[in-house]
DNA sequence: ATCTTAGCTGAATCGTGCA
DNA sequence: TTGCACGATTCAGCTAAGA
C-alpha cells in the first residue's frame, strides 16, 4: 500500500502546453493514445488555433493529413523532451493514424523497438460486408534513440506467457462488461482501453516506482494500471467528464502487495562470480579435469581460474569458445565435472557459491 | 523474357522505369512487395552459435528515411497511374518500413481500407531477449481514392473462413519446405512469401482474368497463384538470378479448377491461455497464495505470472513439480485458491476466463 | 517399414560493464 | 570514446539420419 496519493496525478489541459510545464528527462514510461478520427475538424486545430477550414474534398484530405502531422509532430517533441534517455514510449493507433504517428515518431529520431498487434478476440463485424472484419489495432514501441538503452523485463514477459517468449501479436478481448466505466448507464468513454493491454505494457517496460505519463488519459486505464502496479503517474486530460471519471477509477484502484511485484529476473540480474572464487572457496580444485557434455574436449583447472586445452590456456569462456572454433561461449554450461560418471555442469558450482556464499 | 501463355508475363528492370512504359489505368490489382530497409547491424549469433543468415543485399540499402522515402513515392506515382479507378493496391512491410509507406500512399491519395496482419505461426523467436519476438508483418490494403469503387468478394472470404467473416489478422507459416525455392540447396530468394498469403490476397480482391502487376517480382510467388487463380500477370524484377526462379516456378505452377478451391483452414484448437492473462484481467492478484489439495506447498502468485514457493519461482507447472519432486506437473489441476475455507483448483479460473473473455 | 532424435532454419533494425 | 572480457540467449516445423 505504499503508493501515496500525490503519486497518482491528473492534470486538465491541453496536452502540448502541459508537457511543455514538465522537466526534461523526468519520465520514464509514455504511453499514448491520441485521437485519431481524422475527419473531426473540431479536433484538429492548427498549432496557432485556427480551424482547419474544408475547400473542396482533395485539398481538405491534403490539409488534415497535415495538420494532423503537425499535432503529432508537436506533441511527440515534447515528449521526447520529458523523457528520460533511457525512458521508452509506446502509441497505440488505428490504421487511420497509426503510418503517420510511426513516420512522425522515426523522423523525430525514436528508435522502433517492436511493432505489437493488439488482436481482438471480440471485435465488432463489419456490418455492410465491404472490408476485412477490423480486429486488431497497432502499437509501437520505441526508446528514445537507436543507441539509447531501455527497459524491457523480459523475463517476466516470459513469465507471463507460459514460458514461452512474447510475442508482437497479442490476443486481448475488448474492455466490456464490468470493467467498461459507465455514466449514466451509458459508456464514459468511447475508446476505453482494456486494463490486459496497459498491465502488460507497464509490467515489461517499467518498475515499481517509475514514473508513467500519459498525454491522453481518457478514461484513466493507464493510471489505474500504473497504480495497481505500484508506478508513479501523471495523466494529462483536456475534458473535465473524462476526468470525473479517471479520478474516480484511479482512486477504486488498489496496488498488489508490494513483494507481489517481485517478477522474474533472470540470470543477468544476478550477482557476478568469477570462476577464480570457486578455486578460492575450495568448491572446485586445481587439476580438476573439465569436459562438455559429449566429452569431446577435455580441459583442466589451473590453479589461478584459467583452465588449459592442449597448448592453450585462458578463461573457460575463452577457450570453450577457442576449443568449438566459435566467436564465443558461455564456459558456465559448456564445461561440466565428473562425479560417479556423471557429468554435471559447472553452472551448478556457481549456484552453489551464490548460494553460501553471497545469500546473506 | 515472358513466360508459356501470353498472359504472364516477367519484365527485366528497374520497376519505376517499367511501370512507367505501361499504359495508364491498365493494371486491376498491385500487389507490392517493396525492400524493407532493415538496417541490420553485425552478424547475429543463435544461443548454439550458429549466425542467421540475414538479409544483406544490395537491394535493401538505403542511404537514409529520406531517399526510401523518395524511392516509395516515386514507384508509388506509377503505380497510381497504372492502377484503374476501380483497383487495388496491396503492400507488405514490417516496422522497419511500412510507416513510411502507409503514410505515403495516404499522401498520394490512396484511401486505406484495411491494414492486414500477417500472424506467423513459425517465427525466428529473438535470440538474444531483448525485444518481443517479432511475429508478424503489415499489409495494406487501399483503393485508389476515398470515393472510389473497389473490389472485394466478401463471400469468398467469408467461406474461406468456415463461414465467419475473414478477420484483418491472418494466421499463416512462413514459406519453407517444399514450397521454398532453392537454388544448389540453398534458398534462392531471402523473402520468399507463402504462396497461402497471396491466394487469400488475390481471392480477396480479384477475378478471373483480372490483370495483376507485382512491382517486385521476388522469386515469384504472386505470379504463381495469379496463374493457379486464372488471373493475368505482370512481375517487374531487376535481378536476373531471381527472374530465372520465378520463370520456371511460375512455368510450374497449374491453373485450378475455380470450384475446386483450397479449403479454408479450421479454426484453431481451444485457445491456448497463459497464467499470465489472470492477472492482466484480475481474476486472480499476486500475493494470493496458492496451494494443493493436501495443503501441503504453499505459493505465492507474481505480478508476472510466475509463481514463488520458497526461494524458488516460476510457471505453475514447473513450481508444481518441483514441489513434488516429480519431472513434470499439470498446475492448472495441481494448485488452488481458497475462498471461505473451500480449496478451488485454479483451472476453474481459465474457464471463466474463456467464457468471460473468449466466448464472442 | 515405423518411430525417435538430432540438426537446421526463418525479412532480425538482438548486450553490458568496466578499464 | 573505445576496446575488451564476461557470458546471456530460441520456437516451430521440416528433414535426414539413426534406432
Request: proline share 5%; aromatic share 8%.
Amino acid at each position: 500500500m505504499a503508493s501515496a496519493p500525490m503519486d497518482m496525478t491528473i492534470i486538465q489541459g491541453d496536452c502540448i502546453e502541459t508537457m511543455a510545464g514538465l522537466p526534461a528527462k523526468s519520465v520514464d514510461l509514455i504511453f499514448a493514445d491520441p485521437p485519431y478520427n481524422l475527419q473531426l475538424g473540431g479536433d484538429l486545430l492548427r498549432p496557432e488555433g485556427s480551424t482547419v477550414d474544408a475547400v473542396d474534398d482533395a485539398w481538405d484530405k491534403f490539409d488534415s493529413l497535415g495538420a494532423y502531422d503537425q499535432f503529432t509532430r508537436a506533441w511527440l517533441t515534447e515528449a521526447r523532451r520529458i523523457l528520460k534517455d533511457d525512458g521508452g514510449l509506446w502509441v497505440i493507433g488505428s490504421y487511420h493514424n497509426i503510418f503517420r504517428v510511426g513516420a512522425a515518431l522515426q523522423d523525430a529520431g525514436f528508435w522502433i523497438l517492436n511493432d505489437i498487434v493488439w488482436r481482438k478476440t471480440n471485435p465488432m463485424p463489419n456490418f455492410k460486408g465491404t472490408r476485412f472484419t477490423n480486429a486488431h489495432e497497432t502499437l509501437i514501441w520505441c526508446a528514445k534513440s537507436e543507441k539509447a538503452r531501455y527497459k524491457f523485463n523480459y523475463h517476466a514477459m516470459k513469465a507471463l506467457n507460459d514460458d514461452l517468449q512474447m510475442r508482437s501479436d497479442w490476443s486481448i478481448p475488448l474492455c466490456t462488461g464490468a470493467e467498461r466505466e459507465k455514466v449514466n448507464g451509458r459508456k464514459a468513454h468511447p475508446t476505453q482501453k482494456p486494463e490486459e493491454l496497459l498491465y502488460r505494457v507497464l509490467l515489461a517496460c517499467s518498475e515499481p516506482g517509475d514514473m508513467v505519463l500519459d498525454p491522453f488519459l481518457g478514461s484513466g486505464t493507464t493510471g489505474a494500471v500504473a497504480k495497481r502496479l505500484g508506478r508513479r503517474f501523471i495523466g494529462i486530460e483536456r475534458e473535465e467528464a473524462y476526468i470525473a471519471v479517471a479520478e474516480r477509477r484511479i482512486a477504486a484502484s488498489r496496488q498488489v502487495e508490494m513483494d507481489a511485484l517481485e517478477i522474474s529476473r533472470g540470470r543477468r540480474a544476478e550477482a557476478r562470480v568469477p570462476f577464480g572464487a570457486l578455486l578460492e572457496t575450495g568448491l572446485i580444485t586445481p587439476g580438476t579435469p573439465l569436459m562438455d557434455l559429449k566429452r569431446r574436449w577435455r580441459a583442466q583447472v589451473r590453479a589461478d581460474g584459467s583452465i588449459a586445452l592442449g597448448k592453450e590456456a585462458g578463461s573457460i569462456h575463452k577457450i570453450g569458445a577457442r576449443a568449438q572454433n566459435a566467436p564465443s561461449c558461455n564456459g558456465w554450461t559448456f564445461w561440466h565435472t565428473e562425479t560417479a560418471g556423471k557429468l554435471q555442469p559447472i553452472d551448478m558450482l556457481r549456484e552453489r557459491y551464490r548460494t553460501e556464499h553471497l545469500s546473506a
